[in-house]
């Protein structure tokens, strides 16, 4: 099944992408992870994506709908994935759309994860992420068994650049003025599922359990 998650900064999902895809047995491609991996290689990508992400701004379309192009044919037809940051504009819903009709591929599952800004903003100044392999701690809610080492590969923890109070402030901007068309397009096509995402981590995860299991049970029973 091909996963949409959408979401503010900081609303958990990378979060729970990752435990989606280890439940579901499917790879999770964060974009957020994806084009910071490519700054910091210093790749054609990173450096044309660099000068947004920078200041919290998002990539261009023709960049996003190109990096998923990629990502739909390296995944291979007919394989299942969590798509974590990706659209969030309507031009990349749209274009989304396009790119898994030519490959005979549709959406199954788009996923909000619903929550206010004053607690997303919370959660963003106690996180601490894993450059190595994109792992998410946070020292309030979710502390690492080691202090300072990811759990996942041993990686050192760090605070991401754009986690300071003026880039959230625009992130969050353009996650109104951008992402809220996006999630409008999917609710009024009658495709989207919201979860109250202010929750514990694992009583988010439960609902998304839930969500999954309605919407994959008539294909198991078929
Ligand atoms: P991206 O990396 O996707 O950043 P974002 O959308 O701002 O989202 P975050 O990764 O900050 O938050 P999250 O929802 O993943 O939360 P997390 O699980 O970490 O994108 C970065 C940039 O890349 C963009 O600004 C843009 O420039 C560019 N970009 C990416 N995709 C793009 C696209 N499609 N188009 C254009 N540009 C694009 O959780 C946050 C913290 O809270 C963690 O510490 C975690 O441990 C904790 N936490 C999680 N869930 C809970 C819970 N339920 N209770 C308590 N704590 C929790
Ligand atoms: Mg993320």
Redesign the pocket.
Known sequence: MIVVLL??????????AKRMGSAMGVKHF????L??QAVESGTELGVR?AE??ES????PDDI?LALAGELLDRKGPGVGVIL??????LP?AKGLDQLLEDRGETIGLVIL?DIEEDDAVE??S????CPECGS???LA??LPMTTGLCDACGGTLVR?S??IPEKIEH?FE?YQSETHPTIEYYRSQGRLDTVD?G???HE?QKAIEEILHRKSGPQVAG
């Open positions: 979401g503010a900064p900081g609303a958990g999902k990378g979060t729970q964060s974009t957020g992870d084009l910071r994506a947004y992400m919290g701004t998002l990539v996003m974590d940051g990706f659209p969030r504009t990349q994860l959660r963003l106690s996180r601490v992420s998410v701690h946070n809610t979710d991401r754009d986690d992130r353009q995402a929750r514990p981590i988010v």
